[in-house]
């Protein structure tokens, strides 16, 4: 098993960053990609980036692209989500997820999932 635990969410004013961190233990030896989603409100949750184990493939999603930066740190088992010029539409629970395989923007491929973490954006 893999257990996730998302950190750094907040509230924060439109134009500011905010950092999430996921930090993964138990068997982290078998996890390759790790992703980031979030859900707002009232709709579906969303893809927003992922990064394979050697961080060779990133993927963004359109609304956060230019603006979201993920990054991981394989020592620290550990992944981070950057972002900045943060906009009320970002407003979201943001959501870790780990997989056994390659990148993919799917959210029924992840095998693994934090508890989430609350980005509140003020406009």
């Known amino acids: 098993q893999v257990q996730l635990v998302e950190s750094g969410g907040g509230l924060v004013q439109a134009g500011g960053s905010l950092r999430l961190s996921c930090a993964a233990s138990g068997r982290t030896f078998s996890i390759n990609a790790m992703g980031w989603f979030r859900q707002a409100p009232g709709k579906e949750r969303e893809f927003v980036a992922a990064?394979?184990?050697?961080?060779?493939?990133?993927y963004y999603s359109d609304p956060v692209k230019g603006r979201f930066t993920i990054s991981r740190d394989n020592a620290k088992n550990t992944v981070y989500l950057q972002m900045n010029s943060l906009k009320p539409e970002d407003t979201a629970v943001y959501y870790c997820a780990a997989r056994f395989w390659g990148v993919t923007t799917t959210d029924s491929e992840y095998n693994y999932w934090g508890q989430g973490t609350q980005v509140t954006v003020s406009s």
């Open positions: 990064i394979s184990r050697s961080g060779s493939s990133i």
